[in-house]
């Protein structure tokens, strides 16, 4: 174990949450119990998460977690497979990644924008189908049991998981009228906290393929390495939204949807 690192992250821990308590409004009203079950759930993800492989090898179900993780980013270099050949076809060689046969350079627009059009597309159409609003109902509800957090909260924080600022709102579009200062806070840090799935397919590609060209490793090889990254990442950051919010601006009121919420989307 590298006990350095540990130092570390339990240092960034600490500063993060003294920064938080800092700048709160109202100290006294603090429910320490949101902030240890956020601090908890995250500790619990990051290890499932990042030891997945070596837990695995201790007990084969401790690392189902990491193979499930594995497998959704598998998804995201699925998704940017079928996008290179759909630009390609559009594009011709202007749409091939720098440093493979036949590419013309590096271009933002013909390599890079196409992943963010094309995997916006496929989320919406999930959504219209039905299937993400299970997905997310899902986890807003083990998330809003789990922290204690109103229903509203947890499911937008959830939503950012897969959507962006502007569009994981929408979900709960007929609950922000009679939200509380702390819900909305909770809204705004988990959409800052995140990353949109489009713009996560996006950095898959960015940072994967100099780092597969780089080191003689296939492109898959190179963005499902960094898929599992950021992926992870996005995944352990929404309970730190949530016990952030909850520090800086405590609940003081009294939610409507304490008792949970319904998902409801809107294109």
């Known amino acids: 174990m590298d006990f350095i690192a540990l130092l570390r992250g339990i240092l960034g821990l600490t500063v993060i949450i003294g920064l938080a308590f800092a700048i709160s409004n109202n100290r006294g009203h603090i429910r320490w119990r949101t902030v240890g079950a956020g ?3 995250q500790i619990f993800l990051a290890i ?14 401790l690392g189902w977690p990491k193979m499930f993780l594995r497998w959704v980013s598998s998804f995201f270099v699925l998704v940017l497979q079928f996008t290179t050949k759909g630009a390609e076809f ?19 627009a013909f390599q890079v924008l196409p992943t963010i059009i094309f995997f916006g597309s496929l989320m919406a159409v999930l959504y219209h189908l039905g299937i ?17 957090t109103s229903g509203a909260e947890s499911l937008s924080v959830t939503a950012n998981i897969f959507v962006g600022q502007t569009e994981a709102p ?7 009228e009679k939200m509380t200062i702390s819900e909305l806070m909770a809204v705004m840090t988990g959409g800052m906290a995140t990353i949109a799935g489009g713009v996560m397919a996006a950095y898959i590609q960015i940072l994967g393929d100099p780092y597969a060209i780089a080191h003689g490793i ?25 016990l952030l919010a909850k520090i800086m601006i405590p609940e003081t009121g009294e939610p409507t ?5 319904k998902i409801e989307f809107e294109t």
Not at 132 to 148: D, H, I, P, T
Not at 170 to 176: M, Q, S
Not at 218 to 242: K, W
């Open 90 to 108: 559009v594009f011709g060689n202007l749409a091939l990644p720098d440093g493979t046969p036949g590419s013309l350079g590096g271009f933002f």
């Open 218 to 242: 296939s492109l898959d090889a190179g963005r499902l390495l960094f898929a599992e990254q950021l992926l992870g990442a996005s995944v352990m950051a929404a309970p730190a939204a949530l």
């Open 48 to 61: 499932f998460i990042l030891k997945g492989v070596a837990m695995g090898e201790a007990f084969a179900p």
């Open 170 to 176: 929408l979900v709960i579009r007929p609950y922000l």
């Open 39 to 41: 601090l908890g759930l």
């Open 132 to 148: 993400m609003q299970k997905v997310v109902q899902g986890m807003a509800y083990l998330v809003s049991k789990f922290l204690g």
């Open 257 to 261: 949807t304490k008792g949970g919420a």
